[in-house]
DNA sequence: TGCACTTGTGAAAAACCTGTAAACAACGGT
DNA sequence: ACCGTTGTTTACAGGTTTTTCACAAGTGCA
């Protein structure tokens, strides 16, 4: 396959969940935990809207209690730290009244 | 089957109720959760004259008041964004004194 | 055609939801 | 005990959606 030609604009985020590291362009991101697990799951299911119940059981292990934004909060630091590395990509776009959709393309 | 041929006519639009979302030629139309809601209650029932009680309860859970109009807002509402997606397609056509129906053909 | 009634739709107001900083708590290491 | 880090909760500004209203346009019938 071609490597040197324009550039890459894709694989440049690379998540490895048994490894508990995202890297990009090669260099880790230095998350915490929630973070990458926030990350790993919403990573896991491109395209895909999840709710805020189903990213919340999948991270914190339970379904959130009424007015949790713990969800929000972290959905907030991963788009901080995903956009000091990659600041041109949108990686998570929010579904409102709904939740969060992670997508690599548009 | 053939695929190449002059261009597909039908099945371009696609209703997703478990994952919240609509999608036409592939791309995910943006909706709210009511104009959502509202496209797939009719969507559910093609053919099918809904009156205005049918579709408020299904999209508000309850019957509409009195001279309630928010089921022919959100009609409006998604016809545009409909309409936008399939310029030359008709979904959902109106059914005086009665209510709406959705039909993906005539 | 004229009238009464119904529907379409833009726009303002109200309600609701999300983004994010900051306060606070918990914990491990020194 | 103090410090740095992570996790949790709260508060508030800003944004989006929902609701409501008003009027234009359409429909059907005598």
């Known amino acids: 396959m071609a490597v040197g ?4 604009k894709t694989g440049r985020l690379e998540v490895r969940p048994e490894e508990h590291a995202a890297l990009v362009d090669g260099r ?3 998350l915490t935990v929630r973070e990458l697990q926030l990350l790993v799951t919403l ?17 914190w292990g339970t379904p959130p209690r009424r007015d949790d934004r713990s969800v929000d909060v ?11 590395a990659l600041p041109d990509q949108k990686l998570i776009y929010t579904h ?5 959709r992670f997508s690599p393309d548009g």
Chains 1, 2 share one sequence.
């Open 74 to 84: 972290y959905v907030s630091r991963l788009r901080a730290k995903l956009g000091a």
């Open 96 to 100: 409102n009244g709904i939740g969060y």
């Open 28 to 30: 880790p991101l230095s």
């Open 5 to 8: 030609g324009a550039f890459e």
């Open 43 to 59: 990573w896991s299911n491109p395209q895909r809207i999840l709710t805020r119940e189903e990213l919340h059981t999948s991270v």
